[in-house]
């Protein structure tokens, strides 16, 4: 169970909470997808934890159940070439920083450890593994970019997104290699700049 230990101060205060988080950082290729979600006051359920801890099938599953339940939530998808214009710290950072003012209901903002710089945002270290909120959050975008991926694998099917989601795997260096790179790629990252680019 995580320990809320905000949600818990703010909540006893009739206060919301916002749990901002990411997927898709480290990708080669494909959106970073940043959300964010305001769960009810006192709202429980055991099942939501860390993304990464869930099984795909479990991820869908609570996607549903946070949607319908949540008091507010958003989702912002950033695609490379805005990774590529401002470096992929910076478009992090300023996706949550819009979406921790996309709404006024909450009087605290919980972030995965990416420091905003304005009163009343808290940068937690692992929060997607202490805050519901947070979690939650991790939820909603890993659905949605790990969704992303899938269409893609329709489009491009030689590189098999649906498979390691645009992760720098052993395969996957191996497809683009062969196959060269399209525009789903960050042309910033290491991996890519050292290959041909080869738009289809």
Known sequence: MLENKYEKIYWDNSQYVMGIDEAGRGPLCGPLVVACCVLPINYQNDDINDSKQLTDKKRRKLFKKITEDAHYYSIKI???EEIDRLNIYAATKKAMDELSVSTNIHSLTITDAMPLGRHGVIDMVKGDAKSISVAAASILA????????????????????????GYGTKRHLELMDEYGLNKLYRMSYRPCKERQLKLF
């Open 142 to 165: 890993k659905v949605v970019r790990d969704s992303m991926m899938e269409g893609y694998n329709v489009l491009y099917p030689q590189y098999e997104y649906n498979r390691h989601k």
């Open 78 to 80: 950033v695609m490379p």
